[in-house]
């Protein structure tokens, strides 16, 4: 099934909309409302030469993160209790194999090759968690195969050894069904979630960095892997940054000139 575009918020927005949870409760999912909140975020500096949003995607933020049945922030799947410890220790599985370790040896799990091609075990580490504490509240993101695009995971649902000795899981892309599921090559397409460039940002980047850039079409709108080219550095005015980097993609070799609005930076730090 074709995927369908994601939009994808900048921090202040989201921690707009997450305050508004908190004071406002179920007037959140009203479109009158949701239609003012996106016209408040269409006429900020930061959305400035961006696609305009539109009330139905910032409801439909609401409603990935926050069920109807449910506003409180510490609530946001819907699922029952087995799927949410799969979860909870799936996560502190992917963030202990972000550690250094020798290749082919993942803490806390067996690589050896399997007489069975895709051996796929559910019962996940119940130890990690407390080995790597400081990495428990980071958000991942993983590239699909299908489309080579990068999208917010919502959850770890399960991981397996390859016989080869790869490490899979299987995640629930954000704002997406079970019929979306993907296994996941842990080592080369799942990562720490990029960061949105603000504008006092753009002088971090350099020619031939690593960025996500987020590409439109008139079929679709998707984030890619690119590395930048060429920096045009102009004088920063009312609206933010005016350079323009010249980005190759890495999934087909296209290039591009984009603003910084539509780039987002790689964590430094892992």
């Not at 179920?26 to 930061?46: I, P």
């Not at 090559?185 to 850039?213: F, H, M, W, Y």
Request: proline share 3%; net charge negative; hydrophobic share 35%.
């Amino acid at each position: 099934m074709e995927r369908r575009s994601r939009i994808r918020f900048s921090p202040s927005e989201i921690a707009r909309m997450e305050k508004l949870v908190s004071n406002r409760k179920e007037r959140v999912f009203d479109e009158n409302f949701c239609r003012k909140l996106a016209e408040e975020f269409n006429r900020s500096a930061a959305r400035v030469g961006s696609r305009a949003l539109q009330p139905t995607q910032v409801k439909g933020w609401f409603l990935d993160k926050f069920p109807a049945s449910t506003t409180k922030p510490t609530c946001l799947l819907t699922i029952s209790e087995e799927e949410k410890t799969l979860a909870s220790e799936a996560d502190a599985f992917v963030s202990e194999i972000k550690t250094p370790v020798s290749e082919g040896k993942v803490l806390g799990l067996d690589t050896s090759i399997s007489n069975n091609e895709d051996a796929l075990s559910m019962d996940l580490p119940k130890d990690t968690t407390d080995k790597v504490p400081e990495l428990e509240n980071l958000q991942f993101e993983a590239r699909s195969s299908k489309d080579f695009a990068w999208y917010d995971i919502d959850n770890f649902m399960a991981h397996r050894t390859t016989s080869s000795g790869e490490v899979e899981v299987y995640v629930r892309f954000a704002g997406f069904g079970a019929e979306e599921d993907e296994w996941v090559n842990v080592r080369k397409s799942i990562r720490q979630q990029s960061i949105p460039l603000e504008s006092s940002e753009c002088r971090n980047i350099a020619t031939g960095d690593l960025v996500l850039c987020f590409k439109e079409s008139n079929d679709d709108a998707l984030h890619f892997d690119g590395h930048v080219l060429d920096i045009q550095r102009k004088q920063h005015d009312i609206r933010g940054c005016r350079c323009v980097f010249l980005v190759e993609y890495d999934h087909d070799g296209s290039q591009e000139r984009v603003n910084l609005k539509r780039l987002s930076r790689r964590p430094k730090y892992l």
